[in-house]
């Protein structure tokens, strides 16, 4: 079992940054790939950013491509997205996925959620 849990979300102002964390539970953190999402009102949850286990293979949705930059420290079981130049399109509810044995860029591909975290980029 794998909980997840994210942090660091909040309001900023057009072309501020941001850096969230997902904090997860137990040891067994490296044994999966992880990735980030985001919902915006009235849309689908997509894809923003993945990991695979190790932290040597990193995706990046082509929309956050050059602004964001997904991390992670086993050492800690954190998974960091750090978000650079924001847009208020970048607005948006962002969760933490857990996923084996690919890096989850899709929902169903995602075995483990978080509570998700709320980014709101102003213009």
């Known amino acids: 079992q794998v909980q997840l849990v994210e942090s660091g979300g909040g309001l900023v102002q057009a072309g501020g940054s941001l850096r969230l964390s997902c904090a997860a539970s137990?040891?067994?953190?490296?044994?999966?790939?992880m990735a980030w999402f985001r919902q915006a009102p009235g849309k689908e949850r997509e894809f923003v950013a993945g990991?695979?286990?190790?932290?040597?293979?990193?995706y990046y949705a082509d929309s956050v491509k050059g602004r964001f930059i997904i991390s992670r420290d086993n050492a800690k079981n954190t998974v960091y997205l750090e978000m650079n130049n924001l847009i208020p399109e970048d607005t948006a509810d962002y969760y933490c996925a857990a996923g084996r044995p690919w890096v989850p860029t899709t929902t169903a591909e995602s075995n483990y959620w978080g509570q998700g975290t709320q980014v709101t980029v102003s213009s």
């Open positions: 137990g040891r067994t953190f490296s044994n999966y790939n």
């Open positions: 990991i695979n286990w190790s932290g040597g293979g990193t």
